[in-house]
Protein backbone atom coordinates (compact mmCIF):
# COMPACT_ATOMS: atom_id res chain seq x y z
CA UNK A 1 0.00 0.00 0.00
CA UNK A 2 1.28 3.32 -0.95
CA UNK A 3 0.45 6.46 1.42
CA UNK A 4 0.36 10.04 0.85
CA UNK A 5 0.55 12.25 3.86
CA UNK A 6 -1.08 16.50 3.25
CA UNK A 7 -2.41 19.13 5.13
CA UNK A 8 0.72 20.27 7.25
CA UNK A 9 0.95 24.10 6.99
CA UNK A 10 1.58 26.97 9.37
CA UNK A 11 0.05 27.79 12.37
CA UNK A 12 -0.30 30.01 15.38
CA UNK A 13 -0.08 28.68 18.54
CA UNK A 14 -3.11 27.44 20.12
CA UNK A 15 -4.79 27.18 15.94
CA UNK A 16 -5.70 23.92 14.42
CA UNK A 17 -4.79 21.71 11.56
CA UNK A 18 -6.40 19.03 9.75
CA UNK A 19 -3.81 16.25 8.26
CA UNK A 20 -4.98 13.79 5.82
CA UNK A 21 -3.59 10.57 4.83
CA UNK A 22 -4.93 8.60 1.21
CA UNK A 23 -3.87 5.54 0.50
CA UNK A 24 -3.53 3.79 -2.85
CA UNK A 25 -3.33 0.39 -3.59
CA UNK A 26 -3.74 -2.70 -0.83
CA UNK A 27 -7.20 -3.67 0.83
CA UNK A 28 -7.26 -0.72 3.03
CA UNK A 29 -9.88 -1.45 5.66
CA UNK A 30 -7.39 -4.24 6.13
CA UNK A 31 -4.53 -2.02 7.81
CA UNK A 32 -4.30 -0.69 11.38
CA UNK A 33 -2.83 3.16 10.73
CA UNK A 34 -0.63 5.68 12.89
CA UNK A 35 0.69 8.57 12.98
CA UNK A 36 4.14 10.30 13.65
CA UNK A 37 5.88 12.76 13.86
CA UNK A 38 9.84 13.51 14.06
CA UNK A 39 11.57 17.18 14.92
CA UNK A 40 14.91 18.18 14.12
CA UNK A 41 17.86 16.30 16.33
CA UNK A 42 14.81 13.49 17.53
CA UNK A 43 13.70 10.54 16.96
CA UNK A 44 10.76 9.28 15.39
CA UNK A 45 7.56 9.82 17.89
CA UNK A 46 4.33 7.96 17.99
CA UNK A 47 1.10 10.18 18.01
CA UNK A 48 -1.53 8.07 17.92
CA UNK A 49 -2.70 5.10 16.35
CA UNK A 50 -5.91 3.85 14.72
CA UNK A 51 -7.56 0.22 14.48
CA UNK A 52 -8.67 -1.07 10.51
CA UNK A 53 -12.22 -0.64 12.13
CA UNK A 54 -11.85 2.68 13.14
CA UNK A 55 -12.96 1.50 16.95
CA UNK A 56 -9.82 1.77 19.16
CA UNK A 57 -7.66 4.68 18.87
CA UNK A 58 -4.98 5.03 20.70
CA UNK A 59 -2.60 8.60 22.15
CA UNK A 60 0.45 9.59 23.20
CA UNK A 61 0.34 11.49 26.54
CA UNK A 62 1.77 14.49 24.97
CA UNK A 63 -1.63 15.20 22.43
CA UNK A 64 -4.28 13.50 24.33
CA UNK A 65 -7.28 15.59 24.37
CA UNK A 66 -5.80 17.80 22.06
CA UNK A 67 -5.28 15.60 18.66
CA UNK A 68 -8.45 13.00 17.13
CA UNK A 69 -7.13 10.35 14.73
CA UNK A 70 -9.96 9.20 12.29
CA UNK A 71 -10.62 7.27 9.39
CA UNK A 72 -12.46 6.75 6.11
CA UNK A 73 -12.52 3.25 4.90
CA UNK A 74 -14.42 4.00 1.67
CA UNK A 75 -12.27 7.17 0.86
CA UNK A 76 -9.35 4.79 1.76
CA UNK A 77 -8.53 7.87 4.19
CA UNK A 78 -6.68 8.44 7.54
CA UNK A 79 -6.85 11.65 9.14
CA UNK A 80 -5.13 13.93 12.23
CA UNK A 81 -7.28 16.47 13.74
CA UNK A 82 -4.83 18.67 15.57
CA UNK A 83 -6.13 21.44 18.30
CA UNK A 84 -4.73 23.78 20.77
CA UNK A 85 -1.30 23.19 19.03
CA UNK A 86 1.75 24.10 20.86
CA UNK A 87 5.30 25.12 19.47
CA UNK A 88 6.45 21.36 20.89
CA UNK A 89 3.98 20.10 18.01
CA UNK A 90 6.04 21.33 15.24
CA UNK A 91 7.51 18.42 13.12
CA UNK A 92 7.32 16.36 10.22
CA UNK A 93 4.26 14.43 10.62
CA UNK A 94 4.06 10.38 9.26
CA UNK A 95 1.31 8.27 8.29
CA UNK A 96 2.10 4.66 8.44
CA UNK A 97 0.02 1.43 8.43
CA UNK A 98 0.62 -2.39 8.75
CA UNK A 99 -1.61 -5.39 8.09
CA UNK A 100 -3.75 -5.72 11.23
CA UNK A 101 -3.37 -8.66 13.16
CA UNK A 102 -6.94 -9.75 14.75
CA UNK A 103 -5.43 -11.10 17.90
CA UNK A 104 -2.68 -8.27 18.61
CA UNK A 105 -3.23 -4.71 19.76
CA UNK A 106 -2.44 -2.19 17.66
CA UNK A 107 1.20 -1.07 17.08
CA UNK A 108 2.85 2.13 18.53
CA UNK A 109 6.02 2.06 17.60
CA UNK A 110 7.54 2.88 14.43
CA UNK A 111 9.25 -0.49 13.72
CA UNK A 112 6.01 -2.32 13.74
CA UNK A 113 5.35 -0.69 10.79
CA UNK A 114 5.56 -1.59 7.51
CA UNK A 115 4.15 1.41 5.47
CA UNK A 116 4.94 4.80 5.15
CA UNK A 117 3.98 8.04 3.74
CA UNK A 118 6.55 11.16 3.10
CA UNK A 119 5.99 13.15 5.59
CA UNK A 120 4.09 17.01 5.73
CA UNK A 121 5.72 19.53 7.79
CA UNK A 122 3.80 21.36 10.77
CA UNK A 123 4.83 24.26 11.92
CA UNK A 124 3.82 26.29 15.11
CA UNK A 125 4.68 29.91 15.64
CA UNK A 126 4.45 31.23 18.86
Known amino acids: VQLQASGGGLVQTGGSLRLSCTAS????????LAWFRQAPGQERQFVGS????????TYADSVKGRFTISRDNAKKSMYLQMDSLKPEDMALYYC????????????????????WGQGTLVTVSS
Open 25 to 32: GGTFQYYD
Open 50 to 57: ISRSGRTT
Open 96 to 115: AAVRAILTAPVETTAGGYTF
